[in-house]
């Protein structure tokens, strides 16, 4: 895609407006980004604190530091937080400060929805974490919430969880609505569906998973919330229900769930690759189509979550050959971004090093997938360490890679200042040192036969488990690097120039660095 | 808002409560997948299996389980744990239950059956899990079930094992509990 560049004299020097209440009543796409991405930080620190207290608990056997009890609320919240309030609100943030500037057009379809939708979010997680201090304490039964530990067996609390994913999940859904109609309904002249950067497309295609699980999700706490208040027994044997049911219904949603975390990093890595490599991405519609066949997949493999639950043979291979054939799509992207980088010239600049390590360390994360989804192998694998190590490593240095390595390459757009490239390597070392250290020994332990979700373990496990913990403290520490160097950029530093890249191609590379507060207030010319 | 991005708005927001009513309509989707696929081991009742009683049938092992569901303080098990039995005959096993508590309890069996893929082949023409069982303090019983396992069953299945677990449902709404078992039964009746 090629554009003019114009030079954007706003006639009216309408500005942000001043104080806090620019943040609380703004509908501004930029100033809407900026709150879920300050608001995903936040929430990636207290998720990240809690998964330090579970490495720090499990650093040797035996139980030293918190109850058991803790424990399991601790593994409840650090899943809840990290999904819902950590990588979700990241991309949701991302899509609003990139979607509008890379079609050119001025905003969001619905600002005054965008602004609804992220200002929820903090009373969700006020909620869900205030469940930490009542009595019973907090939600203690996993973050895939499984009846009956999360009906029959849970502290009181759980009405708070459910309340408190109601609103998640509304917001998501809102979100979602609002991406779909500025892509579907803005875009510049000349901005075809095929012409939009992949970001965009990856945006499209989540958003429309989001609006068809989501609601799911809805259902299935709101039946929760039915069978402990209600007397309804929906996932009660007693009275003719069915726990299985349950997992049919929240895997429904957790699968295309774990592809909205991941198809917005495609469109980030794709972006970043192809600036870097300085060469056009190999494959863009199939890029695209790959995108699209990953989307529609995810709804026909959900029970390979479930392959311990007694399903029948026929189900069991159903859903092992559906979960394979997922590998042929991601295997194309895999091509597809190797093959940009092949004989370009590449330099390795932080969002690069991010990027790189996201083809490779998501590859193995998606290979351990694939063994996963043999079920004979599934039947040993699951509910282990193994498990842990795979989605761990798609969703660290997967879909959290991928957060990071975008607001390193935009960043100088959104503050108008070079971060500190000397730090910014020295964070993505630490990090990338530090999330392999800490799981990749899981995969050997899990293989061993270590239970995921106890506080404690065999002593035959003690050895990776003490590296796995190291590399948790290395890891989370770097992060306090992170808000650093972005606090450090957002504060001052070297002028970006508008371009930013030498390799950057998109409309938003086309405005002012800092991006102005109204940008494309009339549409760009796009051949 | 232009009017192209009105439409768009709200097909999407039609989409959203469409989803939320999918997201229930599973339940009667899943408890109708399992009935005609007879995949989750449950058992149906049948009236009319008897154009299914034979003279020749095979020798068969039909063993009972019987598992109290959580503080479910009766006691429950079966008269006997294993029955040689043959195929396309009509047989009668009982399990012996008492209330052992000083109060008045009601409870529900739900049955299950293994490997998954005998249930559709062993019939029920009576079961004490088609209704609930009230007991007084102290007072026991034994349960009939009248079975009949189809020749039908695939060749490889030598044992079926036939397991109950013991509900305590005396704070259930009784009827909405014994309406959903009832529906549960007599869908499937041939």
Not at chain 1, 90 to 98: D, E, I, K, T
Not at chain 1, 365 to 372: A, E, R
Not at chain 2, 113 to 130: D, G, I
Request: include cysteine.
């Amino acid at each position: 895609m090629s554009a003019v560049i114009e030079n954007h004299h706003d006639d009216h020097h309408h500005g942000p407006a001043k104080g806090l209440t620019r943040w609380l009543y703004t509908t501004n796409h930029k100033d809407i980004g900026t709150l879920y991405l300050w608001f995903s930080f936040a929430m990636f620190l207290i998720g990240g604190a809690m998964a330090l207290v579970i490495r720090a608990e499990l650093f040797q056997p035996g139980m030293q530091i918190v109850e058991p009890e803790f424990y399991n609320q601790m593994i409840t919240l650090h899943g809840l937080i990290m999904i819902f309030g950590g990588v979700m609100p990241a991309f949701v943030g991302l899509a609003n400060w990139l979607v509008p500037m890379m079609i050119g057009a001025p905003d969001m379809a619905l600002p005054r929805m965008n602004n609804l939708s992220f200002w929820i979010l903090p009373f969700a997680f006020f909620i869900l974490l205030s469940s930490l201090f009542m009595e019973g304490g907090a939600p203690n039964f996993g973050w895939t919430f499984y009846a009956p530990l999360s009906t029959t067996y849970a502290p009181p609390s759980v009405t708070f969880f459910i309340f408190s994913v109601h609103i998640m999940g509304a917001s998501s859904i809102m979100g979602a609505i609002n991406v779909v109609v500025t892509i579907m309904n803005m875009r510049a002249p000349g901005v075809t569906l095929m012409k939009m950067p992949l970001f965009v497309w990856s945006w499209l295609i989540t958003a429309y998973l989001l609006i068809a699980v989501m609601p799911v999700l809805a259902g299935a706490v709101t039946m929760m919330l039915m069978d402990i208040h209600f007397g309804t027994s929906f996932f009660n044997a007693a009275g003719g229900g069915d726990p299985v049911l349950f997992q049919h219904i929240f895997w429904f949603f957790g699968h295309p769930e774990v592809y909205i975390m991941i198809l917005p990093a495609f469109g980030i890595v794709s972006h970043i690759i192809e600036t870097f490599s300085r060469k056009q991405l190999f494959g863009y519609s199939s890029m695209v189509w790959a995108m699209l066949s990953i989307a529609i997949l995810s709804f026909v493999v959900w029970a390979h979550h479930m392959f311990t639950v007694g399903l029948p043979l026929a189900a069991e291979l159903f859903f092992m050959w559906a979960t394979m054939l997922i590998a042929v799509p991601t295997g194309v992207k895999v091509f597809n971004w190797v093959a940009t980088m092949f004989k370009g010239s590449l330099t390795f600049e932080t969002p690069m090093l991010f990027a790189i390590a996201f083809v490779v360390l998501f590859t193995i994360g998606g290979l351990s997938g694939l063994m996963l989804a043999i079920v004979p192998a599934d039947f040993q694998y699951h509910d282990t360490y193994f498990v842990v190590a795979h989605f761990h490593y798609v969703l660290v240095p997967g879909a959290i890679f991928s957060i990071m390595a975008a607001v390193y390459y935009w960043i100088p757009k959104w503050s108008g200042n070079m971060y500190d490239e000397r730090l910014g390597k020295l964070h993505f070392w630490l990090s990338f040192i530090g999330v392999n250290v800490t799981f990749f020994p899981q995969h050997f332990i899990g293989l061993a036969g270590m239970p995921r979700r106890y506080p404690d373990y065999a002593l035959q496990f003690a050895d990776w488990n003490m590296v796995s913990s190291v590399g948790a403290f290395l890891f989370g520490v770097s992060q306090i690097l992170f808000l650093f160097i972005v606090v450090k950029t957002v504060m001052g530093g070297k002028k970006a120039t508008d371009q930013v890249w030498e390799g950057a191609r998109g409309l938003e590379w086309t405005v002012a660095s800092p991006a102005p507060y109204h940008t494309f207030t009339t549409p760009p010319k796009v051949d | 808002m232009n009017p192209e991005a009105k439409k768009t708005l709200r097909r999407l927001v039609i989409a959203v409560p469409l989803m939320f009513a999918f997201g229930f309509a599973l339940v009667p989707l899943y408890n109708v997948f399992c009935e005609v696929t007879g995949i989750n081991g449950k058992v149906f009742q049948s009236d009319n299996a008897e154009k299914l009683v034979i003279e020749d049938g095979r020798p068969l092992g039909l063993q009972f389980i019987s598992t109290n569901n959580e503080n479910m303080p009766w006691t429950f098990r079966p008269s006997e744990d294993v029955m040689t039995i043959s195929t396309g005959k009509y047989y009668t096993a009982t399990f012996y239950v008492k209330n052992t508590t000083n109060k008045t309890m009601t409870a529900q069996a739900v049955p299950s059956v293994a490997p998954s893929n005998a249930a559709a082949h062993l019939k029920k023409l009576e079961c004490f899990c088609f209704e609930q069982q009230e007991l007084k303090p102290g007072e026991d019983a034994l349960l009939p079930v009248r079975l009949l396992v189809s020749d039908e069953l695939p060749e490889n299945i030598e044992n079926i094992i036939l397991s109950y677990t013991i509900f305590d449902v005396t704070e259930y709404d009784d009827e909405a509990v014994a309406q959903h078992m009832h529906e549960e039964h007599h869908e499937m009746e041939h």
